[in-house]
């Protein structure tokens, strides 16, 4: 059973590293979708939890609201144009939130102040359509849904408790059509399309039917903590996958699987946001960066 904690945040709105947001504001800690791969596992250290328990706790940050607004009022001018997500290490749209609404609140916020900056929502669940009312009150918002494969056998394998892809598609369908900008995260890139480069052509083929209007791409993070956790996933797969899960934390592996996305993102007319695949070493910081 998912442990449930009710917390409070002493601030909200979080400078950052990445290339593409100034601030992050992460309205819980910890995600129930526990992904196989998910870089945010470090998170754990700051509320005594271990890299083996993510996606069995989240921590509720419940003055997060209260705390925002106060923060958004008191905002320096300079910073009024500022780019904020939501969220960088954790789901905004996780079950928690159905009884929470931090992250309806925190809209709300962003409405209510008339903030001009861009407002990004990064999610893998459909629930984000129930704040299309909001997101038209901001001037610039923009949702991004991750979607890593359209094959249903790697994502209950890798995202088990994470909403399908199907539905996560129909709601980039539905935000486009409520006139709501839209963008995809294909993120992690999974070592699989090494093997099976026609299900990433599938992948971005349904990005485009849904109309995505560009897409972010980064290679999967390997690092020692993640590599650690993620080996307990591969532990059930064919010698073949684990093998191209090993070596894709090299140059070779990085560069094949680069020329297949930039054929793939030509060939559909979709948008590659900082112009290349993202690799966490890199000197860009990507999403998947312990400095978000």
């Not at 590293?17 to 979708?33: E, H, S």
Request: aromatic share 8%; with cysteine.
């Amino acid at each position: 059973m998912i442990k449930v904690k009710e917390s409070q945040a002493k601030t909200m709105l979080v400078r950052s590293k990445l290339p593409d947001a100034d601030f992050v504001v992460n309205p819980y800690t910890g995600c129930r979708f526990g992904c196989g791969y998910c870089y945010a596992s470090f998170m754990g250290r700051f509320v005594g939890e271990p890299i083996e328990a993510w996606g069995d706790y989240v921590y509720v940050k419940t003055n997060a609201v209260e705390v925002l607004t106060a923060e958004l009022a008191r905002l320096n001018p300079a910073y009024r144009d500022s780019s904020v997500l939501l969220s960088s290490v954790t789901d905004p749209y996780q079950a928690a939130e159905a009884k929470y609404q931090l992250t309806r609140g925190i809209l709300a916020a962003f409405g209510d102040n008339a903030y001009p900056g861009t407002v990004s929502l990064l999610t893998k669940a459909p629930m984000v359509t129930r704040d299309i009312d909001l997101l038209s009150r901001i001037s610039r918002a923009e949702v991004g849904m991750t979607v890593t494969t359209t094959d249903d056998a790697i994502s209950r394998w890798l995202e088990v408790r994470a909403p399908v892809t199907s539905r996560r598609l129909e709601a980039l369908r539905a935000l486009r059509d409520a006139g709501v900008t839209t963008y995809a995260f294909v993120g992690p890139l999974l070592p699989h399309f090494r093997l099976r480069p026609d299900l990433l052509d599938d992948l971005f083929k349904q990005l485009s039917e849904v109309q995505v209007g560009s897409v972010y791409v980064e290679h999967i993070n390997l690092r020692g903590y993640i590599r650690s956790r993620l080996g307990q996933f591969l532990e059930s797969q064919p010698r073949e996958v684990r093998d191209i899960y090993r070596a894709a934390d090299g140059a070779e592996h990085r560069a094949s699987l680069d020329r297949i996305v930039a054929d793939i993102v030509d060939r559909y007319g979709i948008r590659l946001r900082l112009d290349q695949v993202i690799h966490h070493d890199t000197t860009i910081p990507g999403r998947g960066s312990d400095d978000a």
